[in-house]
């Protein structure tokens, strides 16, 4: 297959498995991804192909969105050899896709990424702050029925990951302290830390624009 045709094909793959998700992490969420490892992709010399097709799965097998991630994998596994990707390059799109969550920065040893896994968590970093974050944020929160704010539970600092995970000590509002307000000064790319220095100050606003009028000072 070409290059083109294996994009396609990966492309109509993360829509079928994303177009029904209803926790932020739907196919919109995929194509801006996409967009902004396009961006990412014309200033670091990193293989276009990986970078989007882990870009386009990267959700695909996420352990906090499906039920059997492992399962998944191998799914995703077998579709790539379908469409003439070698075994190196599975390997290394899943490898991807496996380690770019903020749970697994949490670990004592992080996983390192190859620069096209540094564009594609960078692109969905991206994603998780600004405008869109904040939008995403409050989507998922009630997805899963988090409370909004409340001024008496403090954010959760040092967290493991399955102490991340666990939404009853979350709030929607703390969320931006424990994780998306820190993401900023976690991007890899310099293209990403100049997209993010605005998305993050934005973040910052909204805040105190939401905590003046929680407290009804306007």
């Known amino acids: ?123 969905d970093r991206l994603d998780a702050i600004g405008a869109i974050g904040i939008t995403r944020a409050v989507y998922y929160g009630g997805a899963h029925s988090e409370t909004i704010y409340d001024p008496n539970i403090q954010p959760r600092e040092k967290m493991n990951k399955a102490e991340y995970r666990n939404l009853n000590n979350e709030t929607i509002i703390n969320h931006f302290y424990e994780k998306l307000l820190k993401l900023t000064a976690m991007m890899n790319t310099p293209t990403a830390k100049k997209i993010a220095e605005k998305r993050h100050q934005y973040m910052l606003d909204f805040l105190d624009e939401f905590k003046a009028e929680w407290d009804a000072e306007k």
């Open 1 to 123: 297959m070409t290059y083109d045709e294996q994009l396609t094909a990966i492309k109509d793959f993360s829509f079928q498995k994303m177009s029904g998700d209803a926790t932020g992490h739907n196919f919109d969420h995929i194509q801006r991804v996409i967009k902004t490892a396009q961006r990412i992709l014309k200033e670091e010399p990193a293989d276009p192909l990986i970078t989007l097709a882990a870009a386009y799965l990267h959700d695909v097998a996420d352990d906090k969105l499906v039920s059997d991630p492992a399962a998944l994998e191998q799914e995703i596994k077998q579709f790539l050899h379908s469409i003439d990707f070698s075994e190196e390059q599975v390997n290394e799109v899943l490898y991807i896709t496996h380690n770019l969550s903020f749970s697994k920065s949490l670990s004592k040893n992080p996983p390192k990424l190859s620069l096209a896994g540094q564009i594609v968590q960078d692109s």
